[in-house]
């Protein structure tokens, strides 16, 4: 099976972070500097991704040019140890350092609300019937930072649609792991845990949404949200939850928790918009992670550059409001 993903406003490669790790890695990706070339699954998942489930589908993925020209995204290092995952602390650092222990494995995933189909399902079958993908995404923080990584999931969409969500399934909640033995900052109260976020139906199954195992050929690592994280690449960060136990399709808006927490500051759909400042952070340029310090910070584009793609989600709504 042949998949190739192309967006109208590519991710161009004057704009990616130089990758290091990548072009050590012949066996991982082979490729001319400016030419396109054929990504196999089976090539760069295989030995990563085997040895967690033996029955999880692989597919070729099809580099498209802003991929593969140079290959300077984000280097690993600083996409896995800048991260804000409040459940291991607050500090950028802190969720790699405190999230050797945490255990991903053996997972499984709730399935509630109006549906046909409900119940608990494990990690390792709900991947027995998935095609693995790489997509390389822009990612947006609302603290105005961001970075570009190249993630490994599949349609979200396609997930949700197995289980057979009603017509009476207006939004899709998801919730994180509250476990404050594995997570220790889930033992302080600077949030209502467990991590809830939501989105409407229409967004969810928007082609570009991703359900995530896995970062630059590898599984997730615990502190980017191993072993399962939502990639809404239009929305800034705090909307991508991670560690998601629970999947509830439901008739209301869910109650998201930054929402809950301070509803002046984050709304429910929370999109990229560069003419709308958070009350703490100006959105109209971003500081992309790795650059130089003496860089200038680049403009946002608006829905983080998704915008031909998305935007028809929202027509007739006021996008003048950060919420």
């Keep these: 099976?042949?998949?190739?993903?192309?967006?109208?406003?590519?991710?161009?490669?004057?704009?990616?972070?130089?990758?290091?790790?990548?072009?050590?890695?012949?066996?991982?990706?082979?490729?001319?500097?400016?030419?396109?070339?054929?990504?196999?699954?089976?090539?760069?998942?295989?030995?990563?991704?085997?040895?967690?489930?033996?029955?999880?589908?692989?597919?070729?993925?099809?580099?498209?040019?802003?991929?593969?020209?140079k290959q300077e995204w984000t280097s690993y290092e600083d996409a896995t140890s800048y991260n804000n995952y409040y459940e291991f602390g607050l500090g950028k650092d802190d969720p790699k350092a405190n999230s050797q222990n945490f255990k991903p494995s053996p997972w499984s995933v709730t399935v509630e609300g109006e549906a046909e189909i409900t119940g608990t399902?494990?990690?390792?079958?709900?991947?027995?019937?998935?095609?693995?993908?790489?997509r390389v995404y822009r990612f947006r923080c609302v603290e105005a930072w961001s970075m570009v990584i190249?993630?490994?999931?599949?349609?979200?969409?396609?997930?949700l649609r197995r289980y057979q969500p009603t017509s009476k399934a207006k939004y899709v909640e998801f919730t994180t792991l509250y476990d404050p033995k594995q997570m220790p900052g889930q033992k302080r109260a600077v949030l209502d845990w467990p991590y809830v976020e939501g989105l409407?139906?229409?967004?969810?199954?928007?082609?570009?949404?991703?359900?995530?195992?896995?970062?630059?050929?590898?599984?997730?690592?615990?502190?980017?949200?191993?072993?399962?994280?939502?990639?809404?690449?239009?929305?800034?960060?705090?909307?991508?939850?991670?560690?998601?136990?629970?999947?509830?399709?439901?008739?209301?808006?869910?109650?998201?928790?930054?929402?809950?927490?301070?509803?002046?500051?984050?709304g429910f759909y929370a999109n990229v918009n560069p003419k709308v400042d958070h009350p703490r952070w100006r959105q109209a340029k971003e500081r992309r992670i790795g650059d130089p310090w003496y860089a200038s910070k680049r403009k946002t584009l608006l829905f983080n550059g998704y915008a031909e793609e998305v935007a028809g989600l929202y027509s007739g709504m006021d996008l003048t409001k950060f919420f």
């Excluded at 998949?3 to 704009?15: G, M």
């Excluded at 990504?39 to 040019?65: G, H």
């Design 200 to 266: 409407r139906i229409d967004e969810a199954m928007h082609p570009l949404s991703l359900m995530v195992v896995g970062m630059y050929g590898e599984w997730l690592p615990n502190q980017n949200g191993a072993p399962l994280r939502l990639m809404v690449p239009w929305k800034y960060g705090f909307k991508n939850i991670k560690g998601i136990v629970k999947i509830r399709f439901t008739e209301r808006q869910p109650k998201t928790t930054w929402n809950a927490s301070a509803p002046n500051e984050y």
């Design 1 to 69: 099976m042949l998949i190739q993903l192309k967006t109208k406003n590519p991710i161009a490669s004057s704009e990616i972070t130089d990758k290091k790790i990548y072009q050590q890695r012949r066996k991982f990706l082979k490729y001319s500097a400016y030419s396109l070339s054929t990504l196999t699954a089976t090539s760069f998942m295989a030995t990563a991704f085997a040895s967690r489930t033996s029955r999880a589908k692989m597919a070729k993925v099809q580099a498209s040019e802003w991929q593969v020209a």
């Design 121 to 134: 399902f494990d990690l390792e079958d709900i991947l027995s019937y998935q095609v693995l993908e790489e």
């Design 150 to 159: 190249p993630w490994v999931g599949f349609s979200l969409a396609a997930l």
